[in-house]
């Protein structure tokens, strides 16, 4: 059964850095991968995207302030993040992309549960 494993969520202060990782279980992560975020009683919104020759791509919001990389040894996509801000906080996925936007979350089939990243003081 192949599935995504999200890590590396947690409280951290307004201006901190994070690092998540997208780990992939049943099939290798060498397939274009994104990260979405969802916050309470909101929607699923796109925060990046890399495909398999390090195209990326970033939402506004993201721009700037956040890297996705992948490491083909360890076959992990990470999401690194800095500059955080208390509108960051949500539950972010990581998900393999198939086809379409890759914004729109209807482009990927498998997804992790999430990992949970606050911004708070």
């Known amino acids: 059964q192949v599935q995504l494993v999200e890590s590396g969520g947690r409280l951290v202060q307004p201006g901190g850095t994070l690092r998540l990782s997208c780990a992939a279980s049943g099939f290798t992560v060498r397939f274009p991968i994104g990260w979405f975020r969802q916050a309470p009683v909101k929607d699923r919104e796109f925060v990046s995207w890399?495909?398999?020759?390090?195209?990326?791509a970033y939402s506004a919001s993201a721009t700037g302030r956040f890297t996705i990389t992948r490491d083909s040894t360890d076959d992990i996509v990470y999401l690194q993040m800095s500059s955080l801000r208390p509108e960051d906080t949500g539950l972010y996925y990581c998900a393999k992309f198939v086809r379409g936007n890759h914004i729109w979350p209807s482009a990927y089939d498998v997804w992790g549960h999430g990992t949970q990243v606050t911004v708070s003081s």
């Open positions: 890399i495909d398999l020759r390090n195209n990326k």
